[in-house]
T-cell receptor
């Protein structure tokens, strides 16, 4: 079964603290995405990770990929209130459908709340 | 401004009624997608289209239909066969940003059953 599991599903943090969100997936994939969703809004693309050992950083967020362990992490450094949102990881499974890319399976999301 | 537009923002459906959700993009992207999101859940793929006049079923296609007559447009019809249509529907297309291919999402349509 093709599955993507995120944990934790809910995360309450204090401002200034660090934390990591984990994304495990059950199948071979050459592409992993991280998205942010604010309440009632659409998804905003954060990172695309393409290869084993890939690391990308944008502001207080850093994403990494270990394809051998089928694990991606999203690390939050010195959290601020503006980071409060739901974060999704998604795995590209297009290779199983004969397409080049774009057929994604999403995790259930991690709802992050950063409190003062 | 390039982007993906979806309309309407909110849609109400009566029992037994078919409704159509619009998705338009002016990004010149070939591939387009429809997802459904239920409260507190991730997204699930309904249909996708890699090219004009061709489309494929996703994981939860039952009760839905699509067409792709133009590159810019990928409308989704929620038929009366879809017994639990209340959800947030997101349209997406694949494109390149900063040298990386990624999936861009429209603002979404929230469908409610009366």
């Amino acid at each position: 079964e093709l599955k993507v599991e995120q944990n934790p599903l809910f995360l309450s943090m204090q401002e200034g603290k660090n934390y990591t969100i984990y994304c495990n997936y059950s199948t071979t994939s050459d592409r992993l995405y991280w998205y942010r969703q604010d309440p009632g809004k659409s998804l905003e693309s954060l990172f695309v990770l393409l290869s084993n050992g890939a690391v990308k950083q944008e502001g207080r967020l850093m994403a990494s990929l270990d394809t051998k362990a089928r694990l991606s992490t999203l690390h939050i450094t010195a959290a601020v209130h503006d980071l409060s949102a739901t974060y999704f990881c998604a795995v590209d499974i297009s290779i199983y459908y004969g397409g080049s890319q774009g057929n994604l399976i999403f995790g259930k999301g991690t709802k992050l709340s950063v409190k003062p | 401004d390039g982007g993906i537009t979806q309309s309407p923002k909110y849609l109400f459906r009566k029992e037994g009624q078919n409704v159509t959700l619009s998705c338009e993009q002016n990004l010149n992207h070939d591939a387009m997608y429809w997802y459904r999101q239920d409260p507190g859940q991730g997204l699930r793929l309904i249909y996708y289209s890699q090219i004009v006049n061709d489309f494929q079923k996703g994981d939860i296609a039952e009760g839905y239909s699509v067409s792709r007559e133009k590159k810019e447009s990928f409308p989704l019809t929620v038929t009366s066969a879809q017994k639990n249509p209340t959800a947030f529907y997101l349209c997406a297309s694949n494109g390149v940003s900063g040298g990386q291919e990624t999936q861009y999402f429209g603002p979404g349509t929230r469908l409610l059953v009366l």
